[in-house]
């Protein structure tokens, strides 16, 4: 079974071949184009998506040793993501499947990021959580089985990858900044500074208000001294960076003790971080937990988490037909 995946959520236009369940390719071509403006331009990235289909799929199909006329479905990323960027991706999926007459099967972003887990092993047994985080999102996420989901915490206002990437551009870091918070932040004292980890009930995470308290922070100390950034860039990012892990892993922690689940996943682009991924492993070590952590290449929007994805839809015979248009907010 060959399948060609389609990812065009937001930046990355990527396509990956999925041949008898293993990954032969998995390309990805990056908008560079955004950098300038300190975030995402939906206009500019459906531009760019339009093109770079083509030539990332070709790549695919040829670093794959996969011809177009072996293959037996198409998927592609319904939502959730920019509209226009998802519109390029979909339309070119539909056209290939009807070309090929070969099934098309819809894939939800959010879902793939967690099942990118079974692109290698060992992968996580069910139930278990998954803490999906990225620049949309910020979601725990119950797991049993590989299309049963449900959300049992999410964020009431911004996506902790907001809060990396806004609380970098305070510091006059270029886009994307989350991971240079994380650069900055390894010869820096996490405890240097203090940031209030405001709390929200049950599950649900909250992020708007230690922005805020970091803009705040900023504000008053460059004040009295206007090259307090400068100075302290390392340990204001450390301690930012920490903040935010643990406010991530407070919830995670009362997750696993009320549902009483032992196997523990991350995934997203933000569980790139690399304190996240340390911290959540010391974590995972006093609890007992067996702690899932997605390969870096995972970890971004690929496509390589559509096409797994897409397999096991394709087990179970769930396909989409020609009438599926993009879901900008498309829920679990």
Known sequence: MNILAIESSCDETSAAVLADGHIRSNIIATQLIHEKYGGVVPELASRAHQQHIL????????DAKVSKNELNAVAFT?????????????SFAKALALGLN???????HMQAHVLAHFLESPAPSFPFLCL?????????????????????GQTQDDAVGEAFDKSAKLLGLPYPGGPLIDKYAKTGNPLAFRFPMGDMPNLDFSFSGIKTAIMYFLRDNTKTNPDF?????PDICASIQHTLVQMLLTKLKR???ETGIRDIAIAGGVSANSVLRSMLLQ??????????????????DNAAMIAIAAQFKYEQGDFTDQLVSPLPRMSF
């Open 78 to 90: 319904r939502g959730p993501g920019l509209l226009g960027s998802l519109l390029v991706g979909a």
């Open 102 to 108: 070969i099934p098309l099967i819809e894939v939800n």
């Open 255 to 257: 997750a696993a003790s």
């Open 55 to 62: 030539p990332v799929v070709e790549r695919a199909l040829l």
């Open 132 to 152: 999906t985080v990225s620049g949309g999102h910020t979601q725990l996420v119950r797991i049993d089985g590989p299309l049963a989901m449900t959300v049992i």
């Open 283 to 300: 974590l995972g070590n006093e609890l007992g937990w067996h702690v899932f952590i997605p390969k870096f290449e995972y970890c971004t």
């Open 229 to 233: 950034i400068q100075e302290r860039l």
